[in-house]
């Protein structure tokens, strides 16, 4: 069983920079990483995905330019720093893990079998 574990949300003006942190603990080798955002009455999106050996990163529109995903496997943990934040960034941020190693849709929910219980990050204008 993995647990995943976010970190690193809180209140925030525009322009300024965050960094997320994903504690995950279990067995998580191989696994592809992704985080995820859901602001009030909107559905959850897809922001930033990771390969196993960081080599492969892929980014939402949106956050392309501004946000970075990185990972460090020696500790289980998973980052997205994100730069010049803008209030539609609000939101809560969840990081989630896949099992799948082949024709993983990275942006797609349903492609990640374990979830965090989110972090809240707001955007002050």
């Known amino acids: 069983q993995v647990q995943l574990v976010e970190s690193g949300g809180g209140l925030v003006q525009a322009g300024g920079s965050l960094r997320l942190s994903c504690a995950a603990s279990?067995?998580?080798?191989?696994?592809?990483m992704g985080w995820f955002r859901q602001a009030p009455g909107k559905e959850r999106e897809f922001v930033a995905g990771?390969?196993?050996?960081?080599?492969?990163?892929y980014y939402a529109d949106s956050v392309k330019g501004r946000f970075t995903i990185s990972r460090d496997n020696a500790k289980n943990t998973v980052y997205l720093q994100m730069n010049s934040l803008k209030p539609e960034d609000t939101a809560v941020y969840y990081c989630?893990?896949?099992?799948?190693?082949?024709?993983?849709?990275?942006?797609?929910?349903?492609?990640?079998?374990?979830w965090g219980q989110g972090t809240q990050v707001t955007v002050s204008s």
């Open positions: 990771i390969s196993w050996s960081g080599g492969f990163t």
């Open positions: 279990g067995r998580t080798f191989g696994y592809y």
């Open positions: 989630a893990a896949s099992r799948s190693t082949t024709n993983l849709k990275v942006t797609a929910i349903s492609s990640y079998d374990y």
